[in-house]
């Protein structure tokens, strides 16, 4: 081989070997550029992720301040139902403390308002006896003055004749 065939074929590979070279630089400065951009979308993308875990942070501190608040409103509303319902059912024990006082003096009352009653029927009978008493003296009376009014009369009819006839005897006597 001769030289002018090697000295084609050393600049033919050394051509192709700057090429290769030229390549593998454009390589190498494809590649800084793809690890500053790599870089460049890591430092994007653990920003995003640092901004969308603060917003899921404060969305979630603010729903567990909600929840808080929410439980501390429920929580006085329980308490204040519960001192309600105690009220209530000491109303309740109340109004039944009273009911049964009212059922005890109504019960003692009806009682009472029964023997009353029993005391009111046997002065009722006492009174019926009596008027009917009183009936049957009143007829008794009104014949004993019939008798006694009819006794007079024959009195006074016996008296003027006994006058008569002591005036005739008297005059007879003249």
Known sequence: MDKETLDKDTFAALKELSNIQADISKGRTLMSELKENEAAYLAQREELTEKGIKGVYAKSKKIINDIGKNFTQLSTWHNEVAGFVGELSNMSQGLLTLKDS???????????????????????????????????????????????????????DRQQTLKKGFEELATKRK
Do not use: C, H, P
């Open 102 to 156: 009212m059922v005890e003096y109504l019960d003692g009352e009806n009682k009472a308002i029964e023997e009353r009653t029993i005391e009111l029927s046997q002065v009722e009978e006492n009174l019926k006896q009596q008027a009917l008493n009183l009936d049957i003296e009143r007829q008794s009376f009104d014949k004993d003055r019939a008798e006694i009014r009819d006794a007079w009369r024959l009195l006074k």
